[in-house]
């Protein structure tokens, strides 16, 4: 793990010496602070259930714009060649990489809790689903992170990588919301797909242990498609 945490080390500090890292967290909390804030006082209620409704969707395009390069980048300038001499395994590769991208996002979401404090000094705030929506969200940004290190790791250009990421991230929030597309024997296995099904019940201040492990088989299942994809590279 020491490797992986000089990997890591490494990434963190390429993400906040970039500019591209400052524009995406600015777009992200310009365009959740307005969606939160403009329908806000409209309903009069002292809660952050807009903020964490937009998240999901919010996130399937920011997340694959921060992780599109994690391999991509590497892949296209050589640099990859040169990380396989160092004393490294694939797995500290894939899981430094990971990391920086889940302490970026958590990052990220730090300007956030001005929403909260600014919402209890307004009105009587539960803090319970606020805290619930914080884990939910930090799962779901683990997740995508690594559904997007996969997507990366599959190709050389960060735009496709781009894309590749953004749309299975994009599936995984909308499936359970076409459920009437599909037959009724599979209603049950779609909305257990559907990763939004999952953050919601986490973001209203119920812990399930079933929601949490939806979380972690997908940056299981993708991060192991991350390492092989890397392997087979090889």
């Not at 990859?80 to 958590?106: D, N, R, S």
Request: charged share 10%.
């Amino acid at each position: 793990m020491r490797r992986a945490i000089h990997i890591f080390k490494r990434e963190v500090r390429v993400y906040f010496v970039s500019p591209i890292a400052y524009i995406v967290i600015s777009v992200f909390l310009l365009v959740m602070g307005w969606f939160f804030f403009t329908t806000f006082f409209l309903f009069s209620q002292a809660n952050l259930r807009n903020f964490f409704s937009l998240l999901p969707i919010t996130f399937s395009f920011v997340v694959p714009a921060i992780t599109m390069r994690l391999f991509s980048e590497e892949l296209n300038v050589g640099s990859y060649e040169i990380l396989l001499t160092m004393p490294v395994t694939f797995l500290e590769v894939v899981l430094g990489k990971f990391l920086a991208a889940v302490v970026f996002l958590m990052a990220m979401l730090i300007p956030t809790l001005a929403y909260p404090i600014t919402v209890a000094s307004l009105g009587q705030l539960d803090w319970g689903p606020v805290f619930g929506g914080y884990m939910g969200a930090v799962l779901l940004g683990a997740a995508f992170a690594a559904v997007g290190l996969f997507a990366s790791s599959l190709t050389r250009n960060q735009i496709i990588a781009f894309i590749i990421g953004m749309a299975i991230c994009f599936s995984l929030t909308l499936i359970d919301k076409m459920l009437f597309f599909f037959p009724q024997s599979l209603l049950g296995l779609l909305q257990y797909i559907g990763a939004d099904y999952h953050f919601q019940n986490i973001s209203k201040g119920i812990i399930d242990s079933r929601d949490i492990l939806y979380f972690l088989s997908v940056s299981f299942v993708a991060l192991y498609g991350a390492n092989l994809a890397i392997q087979g590279r090889n």
